[in-house]
């Protein structure tokens, strides 16, 4: 259901429920308060829609639970819109002091039926069932079919869940440390370092680079398929990235590009 731009009707849903969806493309927000002032929330966020997305959305779906306090998730849809600017302009977005925004493209609402968003790591993760626990403690696993999956790299390692979730939280936690958030406002990151036998820069500038570690591939390749892809459009382009720009030793630099993650180790 779409309302009109000017007064976009509130609908509270259960969690896991999502409601059905058109072919817009879509924004699911992770961080919002924890409230049963719901509908003050809803109002709030309609308000404000300028300033946090660039433009008011025209549905506004906010997650509840069973006690119908607010969960923190939101479902939203915008009219003559460039969801690409939506997402710069909302991801990170810091509503106080307490609440900083994370917003991803969604083809349809999520199902969190499925899927879990993990905050602290800022990724998706699959909610397992009993069945497929089981076959993995047997070293079964079936993968998923996935729309235009990537092609298998060569050099690139796939990390465990642990490996996976640790990367993520590293990263995300001096991000906002640091106060950075895009490569055009890295705020306090680290800009230059020495690490792998080269001096290693900060690149100033929206990117298409990722680390070129093996394990931080693998990395990419299962956050990009998570997420339908939308890391490779939106999420790593404004990643903080380092490019190897003079070597120490006189055989080549090993990596020429590199996450924080590497370059600090």
């Known amino acids: 259901m779409i309302t009109s731009r000017s007064s976009p009707e509130l609908r509270s849903i259960s969690e896991g429920i999502p409601p059905v969806h058109n072919k817009e493309n879509m924004v699911f927000m992770n961080g919002l308060p924890k409230t049963k002032r719901i509908k003050l929330l809803h ?20 997650y509840e639970d069973s006690n119908h306090v607010s969960t923190g998730k939101g479902y939203f849809e915008f009219e003559d819109h460039n969801i690409k600017d939506i997402i710069q302009k ?6 106080d002091k307490k609440h900083i925004l994370l917003t991803t493209q969604c ?12 905050e602290s790591y800022g990724a998706w993760r699959r909610i397992w069932t009993e069945e497929e626990l089981d076959n993995m403690s047997l070293g079964i696993v079936q993968e998923p079919e996935i729309e235009n999956a990537c092609e298998i790299v ?3 390692i796939m990390p ?8 993520w939280k590293k990263l ?32 100033r500038n929206k990117h298409s680079y990722i680390c070129n570690n093996p394990l931080c591939v693998g990395i990419f390749h299962k956050k990009n398929s998570e997420d339908g892809g939308a890391s490779k459009k939106y999420t790593y382009p404004i990643l903080p990235i380092y490019e190897a720009t003079e ?19």
């Not at 465990?160 to 990367?167: I, K």
């Open 43 to 62: 109002e709030s966020m309609f308000v404000n829609g300028e300033k946090i997305f660039g433009k008011k959305p025209s549905l506004i779906n906010i």
């Open 90 to 95: 909302s991801n990170g977005y810091k509503l």
């Open 107 to 118: 083809k349809k609402c999520p199902s969190l039926t499925k899927y879990t968003y993990l």
């Open 154 to 156: 060569v050099d690139m």
């Open 160 to 167: 465990t869940q642990e490996e996976y979730l640790g990367y």
């Open 172 to 203: 995300t936690d001096y991000i906002y440390t640091c106060n950075y958030s895009s490569p055009t406002s890295p705020g306090s990151i680290l800009e230059r370092v020495e690490s792998h036998d080269a001096i290693y820069e900060l690149v």
């Open 247 to 265: 070597s120490l030793i006189r055989s080549r630099v090993e990596y020429d590009y590199l996450c924080y993650n590497c370059v600090s180790n």
